[in-house]
């Protein structure tokens, strides 16, 4: 599935979770929703990343192909930071590596500090601050982003907030993001 997100194209699979499905549109059932959610909880834990980069390095590849005029040299992978300093680690430190290095491209992973850590979105919770300010709660290093066009990677896409926010922040470093890849996006459906 295809959608632009500010601009920049977005590459993704839907996921209609599982109480919508169950509960409104039995249709939509196309695999098991509760496995599906299990292999991304296990992401998110730093747990069995070998699907998810597979995954990720094809729908890059694949994209890619129809971007001839994306300069290689300059592509950087960047992945919004998790809501921890330990998640983050955890969760992308060996992804973000691995998937640059297979596909030959820049790592950002190092390039992005996190100085005050957030909430976590998942599980909903009553927390305040689950959306990084990015002159307040991240340190990105300016003279690495400038001139780099970015491949920005987020597990889940639900609001499109965060992707937006750091196609802005990458923007004014002098980044040109030139893709968005996320392994499930939730359709705005319920």
């Not at 039995?26 to 695999?31: A, C, D, K, Y």
């Not at 496995?35 to 909880?41: K, M, V, Y």
């Not at 927390?127 to 491949?151: N, V």
């Amino acid at each position: 599935m295809e959608f632009d997100i500010k601009g920049v194209p977005s590459v993704h699979f839907d996921f209609y979770p599982s109480n919508y499905v169950l509960n409104n549109d039995p249709s939509l059932l196309i695999s098991n929703p509760y496995l599906t959610r299990n292999n991304i909880w296990e992401f998110k834990a730093g747990l069995n990343q070998d699907w998810p980069k597979a995954l990720v390095e094809r729908m890059i590849g694949i994209k890619l192909q129809s971007m001839p005029n994306v300069d290689k040299t300059k592509l950087t992978l960047v992945c919004p930071p998790a809501s921890t300093k330990d998640a983050n680690t955890r969760r992308f430190q060996f992804f973000s590596s691995s998937v640059s290095n297979h596909l030959n491209i820049q790592n950002g992973f190092d390039h992005i500090k996190i100085l005050n850590e957030k909430s976590p979105k998942y599980p909903p919770s009553n927390a305040t601050h689950t959306i990084w300010d990015m002159e307040q709660d991240l340190q990105f290093d300016a003279d690495f982003f400038a001139g780099k066009d970015i491949i920005l990677f987020d597990d889940i896409v639900t609001t499109g907030d965060t992707m937006s926010a750091f196609i802005d922040k990458l923007k004014d470093l002098g980044a040109n993001p030139v893709l968005c890849v996320s392994l499930l996006y939730t359709p705005k459906v319920y």
